[in-house]
């Protein structure tokens, strides 16, 4: 294959075959998105440059992005970001890829939160920094503190909190919060906890997709030996740092609110809503110590 021959046109042709070949899908807009990586330009700028024939430098990058994409990497982290909330996210493998689930957790949260003054808010495993960054672009009120265990995910969510002006109002720092002393280091309480844990249980893990099981990261997904592990944990820190009148948003799973619950209520929370996703599936609880937060 000589790099004079092929042209953009011949070029989406071609891998929209291959892809299709080993059951990509969206193979057209797969190939599309990568050339207009490869050439940093715009995806509707592609129509325009059908005949333009492609460099060689060009044809390197764009076969290596393909060969990517084969191996069944997320198109997120070959580009390097997604979008989350309409706002650009960076995002690499040390990071999970913000997923429009939850947003459902977010938009719940920009609505309780939208009333009232200065508000604090802690998110638990911040990861790419989606939920904290997105928060405070929307509530300009609001502080958050956002922690994570990777220091890794954690420069990746101090780029995207630079990158949406937030910096002045969300700070980070790495914290297990799984260790004993988690809760001594805070000084003051949370009127709001939100996190989206790690919540696939042990069984269902393998059977999660090729993409994600092979380059997401698994400590950002799995569940730990005990079924809603990092729940426990969150309602026992939530117990201690949350105001009296605040109240806890976290992400579920399949067929995880009953249990979720009970968790919350055995630390001495009551249920207070759930929300479902747009695809209709449980996906949010909210729980507090009082009727109504
Ligand atoms: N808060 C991030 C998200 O919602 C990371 C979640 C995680 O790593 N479990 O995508």
């Known amino acids: 294959m000589k790099s004079k021959?092929?042209?953009?046109?011949?070029?989406?042709?071609?891998?929209?075959?291959?892809?299709?070949?080993?059951?990509?899908?969206?193979?057209?807009?797969?190939?599309?998105?990568?050339?207009?990586?490869?050439?940093?330009m715009d995806r509707v700028r592609l129509y325009l440059n059908y005949d333009r024939p492609l460099n060689e430098v060009e044809l390197t990058t764009y076969r290596n992005l393909v060969?990517?994409?084969?191996?069944?990497?997320p198109m997120q982290y070959i580009l390097g970001k997604t979008e989350f909330m309409s706002l650009p996210f960076k995002v690499t493998p040390a990071v999970l890829i913000p997923r429009p689930d939850t947003e459902t957790l977010v938009e719940w949260v920009i609505e309780t939160c939208r009333t009232g003054g200065k508000k604090w808010i802690l998110d638990i495993g911040t990861g790419s920094g989606n939920i904290a960054v997105s928060l405070a672009h929307y509530l300009p009120f609001i502080h958050v503190v956002a922690i994570d265990v990777s220091p890794a995910a954690l420069r990746i969510a101090a780029a995207n909190c630079r990158e949406n002006n937030c910096t002045a109002r969300v700070h980070f720092f790495r914290s297990n919060f799984t260790h004993e002393?988690?809760?001594?280091?805070?000084?003051?309480?949370?009127?709001?906890?939100?996190?989206?844990?790690?919540?696939i249980p042990e069984h269902e893990f393998e059977f999660l997709s090729g993409g994600i099981l092979k380059h997401e990261p698994h400590l950002a997904l799995r569940d730990g030996e005990q079924n809603g592990y990092y729940y426990q944990k969150i309602a026992g820190a939530a117990a201690r740092l949350l105001k009296e009148d605040g109240a806890v948003f976290v992400e579920i799973g399949h067929k995880q609110a009953d249990p979720v619950?009970?968790?919350?209520?055995?630390?001495?929370?009551?249920?207070?809503?759930?929300?479902?996703?747009?695809?209709?599936?449980?996906?949010?609880?909210?729980?507090g110590r009082n009727d109504r937060v």
């Open 181 to 199: 002393n988690f809760v001594n280091v805070f000084q003051a309480k949370f009127d709001y906890i939100v996190s989206n844990p790690p919540y």
């Open 261 to 287: 619950k009970e968790i919350f209520a055995s630390h001495g929370f009551r249920f207070i809503d759930l929300r479902r996703d747009l695809a209709g599936i449980e996906r949010v609880l909210q729980v």
């Open 5 to 40: 021959h092929w042209r953009l046109a011949e070029l989406i042709k071609t891998s929209v075959e291959l892809f299709k070949k080993h059951q990509i899908e969206n193979a057209r807009l797969n190939a599309e998105l990568l050339l207009a990586h490869t050439l940093q």
């Open 67 to 73: 060969r990517r994409r084969l191996t069944d990497e």
